[in-house]
């Protein structure tokens, strides 16, 4: 299923980027009548696509006054570093210059303008967010399409229709190329330095990831940084409505997370705060997909996107509860006995892992790989929670030499994952006590001394671990 664009019906277009979306894209504007003409640097990608009947045009020697737009596929800069060459290109013959979100939105507003739509952006946790507010969504029995950023092009979704919400994950990109974006909800998560190399300074890309949030009908906004805080400062100066959220503290008006930690482990409670009164609207107690500190913003995020749409607090929480999580964040995969197999590949840095060694208290880990720079080292404060950890890969003597000059984390180099899960599994099955025992794969580490990526290294994790005798699956995706 396409969203076919019919805007561009009986004009021309210069689309530049064949990969996934890209192609969604070109089939999307065929379909509603434009005649594209692509290009691809990749030769391979240009031949997928004209098997598909894609035009295939060499935009460098053609003609660009006949060209109504320029569909820029988000993966290719537009000013940083340098603009890419089409871009001049595009710009010398006086043409726009625009992406796939801002092609749905355009279409939306010519077909369906009060239809739903939910757009996240942010930093950290945006997909996370996105998921759990489709899933919440669904299971209140709505008829969800979820895409963007997070995966499935937004063009490859059924189209918008009266009562269909779209659950639209953008990133900064995908927004620089949508000047008309504008979502019933618009949702800032969170605001670091990222992507410089492509936005030039951070106040660039914080103006980006403001677009969408300025736009939108609600505005939900994370206060949890100052360059978001002041996002929310400025929007709620409009006097237009205006959800702040938090992970961290507690606010006088909006959602924020209640979060209290006894003997090194946290719970999560959903907080609204509303004319000076404080409800708990939902708890995240003993939901393994919503663990860890990282997880109590996305779910207050998520808790006011779905209210937004006119969702009680019951039926949130009911969602909450039931959210299967995302493949290798925190990803509960299942048990042996009171041993709990975590799925965290995602995980490539120590700030990534950190959410995770918060989330248990006595965790088998295992880690290592391709170090990134700092190794370990500002996970020390976390050491308490390691029973024993598994060391893999080329950093074994980096992560060593830290676990030695700490003293309190006992270790052994498995050198491979297979190793290291025989290993964590059967020390943490003879760990005395009653409670729950982790055997985490949280790497700290990029995949590339022997996985192409984080994806293979976790699903090699999850076949070792589901091929254990007497292991039993999670409910949801594993």
């Given at each position: 299923?396409?969203?076919?664009?019919?805007?561009?019906?009986?004009?021309k277009?210069?689309l530049f980027?064949?990969?996934?979306?890209g192609?969604?894209?070109a089939?999307?504007?065929m379909?509603?009548?434009?005649?594209?003409?692509?290009?691809?640097d990749?030769e391979?990608?240009r031949e997928?696509?004209?098997?598909?009947g894609i035009?295939?045009?060499?935009?460098?020697?053609?003609d660009w006054t006949?060209?109504?737009a320029?569909?820029?596929?988000?993966?290719?800069?537009?000013?940083?570093?340098?603009?890419?060459?089409?871009?001049g290109?595009a710009?010398a013959?006086?043409?726009e210059?625009?992406?796939?979100?801002e092609?749905?939105?355009r279409?939306?507003?010519?077909?369906?303008?009060?239809?739903?739509v939910?757009?996240?952006?942010g930093?950290n946790?945006?997909?996370?967010?996105?998921?759990l507010i489709?899933?919440?969504?669904?299971?209140?029995?709505?008829d969800v399409?979820?895409?963007?950023?997070?995966?499935?092009?937004v063009?490859?979704?059924e189209p918008?229709?009266?009562g269909?919400?779209h659950?639209?994950?953008c990133?900064?990109?995908?927004?620089?190329?949508a000047?008309?974006?504008?979502?019933s909800?618009?949702?800032?998560?969170?605001?670091?330095?990222?992507h410089?190399d492509?936005?030039?300074?951070?106040e660039?890309?914080?103006?980006?990831?403001e677009?969408?949030v300025?736009?939108?009908d609600v505005?939900i906004?994370?206060?949890?940084?100052e360059?978001?805080r002041?996002?929310?400062?400025?929007r709620?100066?409009?006097g237009?409505?205006?959800?702040?959220?938090?992970?961290?503290?507690?606010l006088?008006?909006?959602?924020f997370?209640?979060v209290?930690?006894?003997g090194?482990?946290?719970?999560?409670?959903?907080?609204?705060s509303r004319?000076?009164?404080r409800?708990?609207v939902a708890?995240l107690a003993d939901i393994g997909?919503?663990?860890g500190?990282?997880?109590?913003?996305n779910a207050?995020?998520?808790f006011a996107?779905c209210?937004a749409?006119?969702?009680?607090?019951?039926?949130?929480?009911?969602?909450?509860?039931?959210?299967?999580g995302l493949?290798?964040?925190?990803?509960?995969l299942?048990?042996?006995?009171?041993?709990v197999?975590?799925?965290?590949?995602?995980?490539?840095?120590?700030?990534?892992?950190e959410k995770a060694?918060t989330?248990?208290r006595?965790?088998?880990?295992?880690l290592?790989?391709?170090?990134?720079?700092?190794?370990?080292?500002?996970?020390?404060?976390?050491?308490p929670?390691i029973?024993k950890?598994?060391?893999?890969g080329?950093?074994?003597?980096?992560?060593?030499?830290?676990?030695?000059?700490?003293?309190?984390?006992?270790?052994?180099?498995?050198?491979?994952?297979?190793?290291a899960?025989?290993a964590?599994t059967?020390?943490?099955?003879?760990h005395?006590?009653?409670g729950?025992?982790?055997?985490?794969?949280?790497?700290?580490?990029a995949?590339?001394?022997?996985?192409?990526?984080?994806?293979v290294?976790?699903?090699?994790?999850?076949?070792?671990?589901?091929a254990?005798?007497g292991?039993?699956?999670?409910?949801?995706r594993s």
């Amino acid at each position: 299923m396409t969203t076919p664009v019919t805007v561009f019906a009986g004009r021309k277009v210069a689309l530049f980027g064949l990969g996934g979306s890209g192609v969604v894209t070109a089939l999307a504007l065929m379909a509603g009548g434009a005649e594209v003409a692509a290009w691809d640097d990749n030769e391979a990608s240009r031949e997928k696509a004209a098997a598909q009947g894609i035009g295939i045009v060499d935009l460098a020697a053609a003609d660009w006054t006949g060209f109504a737009a320029l569909v820029l596929a988000p993966g290719v800069p537009l000013t940083h570093p340098q603009p890419h060459w089409t871009v001049g290109k595009a710009k010398a013959a006086g043409i726009e210059i625009i992406g796939d979100i801002e092609l749905f939105f355009r279409e939306r507003a010519k077909i369906a303008p009060d239809s739903p739509v939910i757009c996240i952006t942010g930093t950290n946790g945006k997909s996370t967010t996105t998921a759990l507010i489709a899933h919440v969504l669904k299971q209140a029995g709505r008829d969800v399409q979820m895409g963007g950023n997070i995966g499935t092009a937004v063009l490859a979704l059924e189209p918008p229709a009266e009562g269909r919400i779209h659950v639209i994950e953008c990133s900064t990109f995908q927004i620089d190329l949508a000047p008309s974006i504008k979502p019933s909800v618009g949702l800032q998560m969170n605001l670091t330095p990222d992507h410089l190399d492509r936005h030039g300074k951070l106040e660039d890309y914080a103006a980006i990831k403001e677009r969408l949030v300025t736009a939108a009908d609600v505005a939900i906004i994370g206060v949890d940084d100052e360059p978001s805080r002041q996002m929310a400062g400025r929007r709620g100066a409009s006097g237009r409505p205006l959800v702040r959220i938090s992970g961290d503290e507690a606010l006088a008006e909006g959602v924020f997370a209640e979060v209290t930690e006894q003997g090194g482990l946290r719970t999560t409670q959903i907080v609204e705060s509303r004319d000076g009164q404080r409800t708990i609207v939902a708890s995240l107690a003993d939901i393994g997909s919503l663990r860890g500190s990282h997880n109590a913003q996305n779910a207050a995020a998520a808790f006011a996107a779905c209210a937004a749409l006119g969702l009680g607090a019951g039926e949130i929480a009911t969602g909450f509860r039931s959210f299967p999580g995302l493949p290798h964040r925190m990803e509960e995969l299942g048990r042996i006995g009171r041993v709990v197999f975590i799925n965290d590949s995602k995980a490539t840095n120590a700030d990534s892992t950190e959410k995770a060694l918060t989330s248990f208290r006595d965790i088998f880990w295992i880690l290592g790989g391709k170090a990134k720079e700092g190794g370990i080292e500002p996970l020390r404060r976390y050491f308490p929670n390691i029973a024993k950890a598994y060391l893999i890969g080329v950093a074994s003597d980096l992560f060593a030499a830290t676990f030695d000059g700490d003293g309190r984390v006992s270790y052994e180099r498995s050198v491979t994952l297979d190793q290291a899960v025989a290993a964590a599994t059967r020390d943490a099955s003879a760990h005395p006590g009653a409670g729950e025992i982790a055997v985490l794969l949280s790497p700290a580490c990029a995949s590339y001394d022997q996985f192409p990526n984080f994806e293979v290294r976790g699903e090699t994790f999850r076949s070792l671990v589901q091929a254990l005798p007497g292991f039993v699956r999670s409910g949801g995706r594993s």
